[in-house]
């Protein structure tokens, strides 16, 4: 199979797209030689196909990087030119962003603005670690005058790392810039069904001067590449973004091998509250954001919504127009919000969760049916009359579908924004801050947002509680996931025993 080939998007024209597997900084086949179709989610479209790797291509992947973190990578690459590394890349993803934009909308089907926004976050993501690379610091500890004490922040080794398709390039940039700052190597397996992105970046960190075998990524399977990955005895830390149930399955098999360290960022059904006393149309305007932001398909969407008595009516007509006013239609028109759904199947099963909700008396308020007649576009929409128990409100949908209740009192919401089994993010709206302060600390969620959502910065960690993940992504919190920490003890004086 070409290991590349000439594609063409509305907003950059023709260029030049890899295919293959990123091995050791070379372009190559899988062993087996297989291929999978990459699809429009806008159009059905195939758009190419890539190379699949298997298991034994991820043997191979594994030695390479096994190879470079042993060699100068580690003994005698400094902390600084890690970080002039890093920044070099930063420096090219701004000088391709419109490419690798329109490589996103291309193969997600995110609107274009939006892709711009993740390409940016991408770039600054990657200078922000290249800035941490020389400042990763142990201590000096004080036991007695007659030892010196300290410890020393230690690379990992060689680091499995999955991305989800919904953010491809932002979630390989917030798992592959701590990663390469703190002296690992890495190899990285794209989601199916968004490769391309990655790929590209890929050739750009070769660019950016990165040494053979220190960033490996290849494309594959989930359920063959993913599975090898997590198995794998010379492996020694994985890191997984994606669903729950999958998250569960990884971490079995890190356990059954080498007992690999694992972090992971799973799922989430975010509370979004909203107080009698909230500016009601900025509430709004954050609600709409919070969970039609990526077309739905985002772990912390503000899924289910509780509105105060108070202002509930007025709420969900004022909820209603807006959700209508967004536009949904073809990724590559400025003006659009909401794009596709990123496959078949993400629709079918978006679809199964709206019919649910019929099913066990929810009132759609809005939306519910298939938007267009081509491509996988589902019309924003508005679930009320919802309880507690119904599947719409307790199980993570992933797409453009919110369910909104009504609450009398504080505590009540904070009982119903605790009642999941996730604890990825939550919000508050309200103008006391008094009550803002007070509710956030007692919402079991890894972030909270207070009179906006989804604002996230590569500064501030990222995870949850509960179900909703181990560990935290971005600030300085990620660093710690990709180091060991060493305790070294000197004696100076005393007794020999």
Same mark, same amino acid.
């Given at each position: ?101 329109? =490589? ?14 993740? +390409? ?39 680091? @499995? ?166 536009? =949904? ?36 308020? =809005? @939306? ?59 919000? +508050? ?69």
């Amino acid at each position: 199979m070409p290991l590349f080939a000439q594609l063409k998007t509305p907003l950059t024209g023709e260029y030049t797209q890899p295919t293959g597997l990123f091995i050791n900084n070379e372009w190559v086949e899988g062993v087996d030689k297989k291929t999978f179709d990459v699809i429009n989610p806008a159009t059905e479209e195939v758009i190419t196909q890539v190379c699949e790797a298997t298991e034994k291509d991820v043997d191979i992947a594994v030695a390479a990087a096994r190879k470079a973190f042993n060699g100068p990578w580690r003994t005698s690459t400094t902390p600084l030119q890690r970080g002039v590394y890093l920044t070099k890349l930063a420096d090219l993803l701004e000088k391709n962003l419109d490419l690798l934009a329109a =490589v996103e909308s291309l193969d997600n089907g995110k609107s274009i603005t939006m892709a711009r926004g993740d +390409v940016t976050a991408v770039a600054n993501c990657i200078r922000y670690y290249g800035g941490w690379a020389d400042k990763i610091e142990g201590k000096t500890i004080d036991i007695n005058p007659e030892s010196f004490h300290y410890t020393r922040h230690e690379p990992v080794g060689v680091c @499995g790392q999955i991305i989800p398709w919904n953010f491809p390039l932002l979630m390989l940039a917030w798992k592959v810039g701590p990663a390469l700052a703190t002296g690992n190597t890495v190899v990285l397996k794209s989601a199916e069904q968004t490769p391309l992105s990655a790929l590209l970046f890929a050739g750009l960190a070769k660019e950016a001067g990165f040494p053979p075998g220190v960033l490996n990524i290849i494309s594959g399977l989930g359920r063959i590449a993913g599975a090898a990955m997590s198995a794998h005895m010379d492996i020694d830390k994985i890191a997984f973004t994606g669903s729950t149930a999958v998250g569960r399955t990884i971490m079995k098999a890190a356990a059954a091998s080498n007992l690999k360290k694992v972090t992971l960022e799973l799922g989430g059904k975010s509370p979004n509250i909203v107080f009698d006393d909230a500016d009601i149309e900025q509430a709004i305007s954050w609600v709409n954001f919070g969970i039609y932001f990526n077309h739905g398909q985002c772990c912390c969407a503000g899924s289910r919504v509780y509105v105060q008595e108070g202002i509930y009516d007025k709420f969900i007509e004022a909820f209603k127009k807006r959700a209508l006013a967004n536009n =949904v239609g073809d990724p590559f028109d400025e003006n659009t919000f909401q794009g596709p759904q990123v496959s078949k199947m993400q629709y079918d099963r978006i679809m199964g969760y709206i019919e649910e909700g019929k099913k066990e008396g929810a009132t759609v308020a =809005v @939306g519910g049916e298939r938007h267009g007649d081509k491509g996988y576009f589902i019309k924003p929409t508005i679930f009320t009359d919802v309880t507690s128990k119904m599947k719409i409100m307790q199980e993570e949908i992933f797409g453009p579908v919110v369910a909104v209740a009504k609450f009398k009192t504080e505590e009540e919401v904070i009982a119903m924004g605790n009642d999941s089994a996730y604890g990825l993010a939550a919000a +508050v709206h309200t103008t006391n801050i008094t009550t803002a302060i007070r509710v956030s600390n007692e919402l079991r969620a890894g972030t909270v947002w207070v009179n906006s959502y989804n604002l996230l910065s590569h500064a501030l960690p990222f995870g949850g509680f509960g179900e909703s993940g181990i560990g935290r992504e971005l600030g300085e919190e990620a660093l710690y996931n990709y180091t060991e920490t060493k305790s070294v003890s000197i004696r100076l004086a005393g007794p020999i025993f």
